[in-house]
């Protein structure tokens, strides 16, 4: 059956994510690169990337979500794993399971997904225009939040040339990101910036950010009621450029401590891969109420090749 999550939930964590942790690296800017400047990759990239945030806003995608539950030492005490297709209907995004636990959903439960997504498209098409809008305002609202996360990047940090090197086969640059000395959060998320550092490759040929990493240097209140995010989370995002797409999302992968409360904790590791990005079309969505939906593969295709 359709999941009525927001398919963008775990994706807004994005630029968090990408400057969120710090990965400790030794390398030395190579001789004859003094002349580039760090500051205006980065602000090139964050451009660059707000373009391809709003061409997403069009497109659908299949992801795979794994999450795991983690005891205080780290190992696994539950894991849940799903594929979804991601669609866009009527300005805001609805998600249909094709696979839970590395087990496809039967026909008949594929069939009772097309019959939910038929009701939630004649739902949508009734509404007044000021449900319609506030329904998209909501969904729009998270993206807001994305970017301005993102927007805040270039003023919270300190970047620093450690060289080049090749990501999955393109050359970057490599850049160590600090927290910027003075840098005046102006929300929650800037906030962890001021206790993150993290290393950035921005690719040669096209100026956008091919991957980044990180960890948690220090824990940081979030400003509820007790809600701090700990000492010690990491993360890794890849974006890589999807044929006829542009650039777009490929993967996320993070481990986090957090507390709410005096007791409660909560670790998590999650991973998430994007695929399949296509236009949103009235043909597109035809194809998903056939019997024959869904087609292509469960996983993503660069897997078979790392």
Known sequence: MSDMASSASGKNLVPLLVLSAAVWASAIAASGQA??????????????????????????????????????????????????????????????????????????????????????????????????????????????????AVSEIPRAFEFTLAGEEQVKGRLCYKLLATPRAGYQPRNRYGRIFTQTMGVIWIDKATGEWRRAEGELRETVNLGWIFVQVQKGTKAVAEQQEFPGQGWLMRSLWYRSVARVGFFMHYRREHRSEFWNYQAMTPALLASVLTDSYPQGGMQPDWRDSQ
């Open 35 to 148: 002349q580039v400047n760090p500051l205006a990759l980065v602000q090139r990239a964050v451009a660059l990337q707000e373009a391809n945030a709003a061409r997403e806003k069009a497109l659908a995608y299949r992801e795979r979500v794994l999450n795991r539950d983690l005891d205080g030492d780290g190992q696994a005490r539950s894991t849940r794993e799903k594929v979804h297709d991601v669609l866009l209907i009527e300005g805001s995004p609805q998600r249909i399971l094709l696979e839970e636990d590395g087990t496809s959903q039967s026909a008949e439960a594929l069939a009772a997904s097309r019959d939910f997504l038929r009701r939630v498209m004649d739902i949508r098409k009734a509404e007044t225009e000021r449900e319609r809008r506030q329904r998209i305002e909501a969904y729009e609202r998270k993206q807001r939040e994305y970017r301005d």
